[in-house]
């Protein structure tokens, strides 16, 4: 549940965000160790030709077909505004349910905290649905 809510449209943004920041590429597919070390076993006029990086990258995808307007087109981060259908119908019964039944009432007006306690909850929700019948 929280690979496809709160990573897919919260943390995998954050992350991103936090990341470039800084300089850093830490999106999964660069973080396989394979491809790490092929990377850093290569020469550095092989991964740059002037101003133009990731050119190992980018010259694959031109092999593949892609278009110079696809390779060289900004950068685009994570969106939170595409959520799954019903999720925040299950957020609204996860915050229900927390406050039912175990009386928890967080004084969350907007923002952020907010919409993490309702992701919280809904992951909550749905540990307990598939759980709770086979503890009791």
């Not at 936090?18 to 597919?29: I, W």
Request: with cysteine; aromatic share 14%; proline share 3%.
């Amino acid at each position: 549940m929280e690979i496809h809510t709160y990573v897919m449209f919260d943390l995998n943004k954050t992350l991103d965000f936090a990341s470039m920041c800084h300089g850093l590429e830490v999106r999964v597919p660069y973080l396989n160790v394979s491809v790490v070390l092929s990377a850093l076993g290569l020469a550095r006029d092989r991964h740059v030709k002037g101003a133009y990086t990731k050119k190992i990258l980018k010259d694959f995808l031109k092999s593949e077909g892609f278009s110079d307007r696809f390779i060289n087109r900004p950068k685009l981060g994570f969106s939170l505004f595409s959520q799954p259908q019903g999720y925040e119908a299950l957020q609204e019964n996860g915050v229900k349910f927390l406050r039912d039944k175990f009386n928890i009432h967080p004084k969350l007006e907007t923002g952020r905290d907010k919409r993490y306690f309702a992701a919280s909850a809904a992951a909550f929700l749905c540990w307990w649905n598939t759980w709770n019948s086979k503890l009791y």
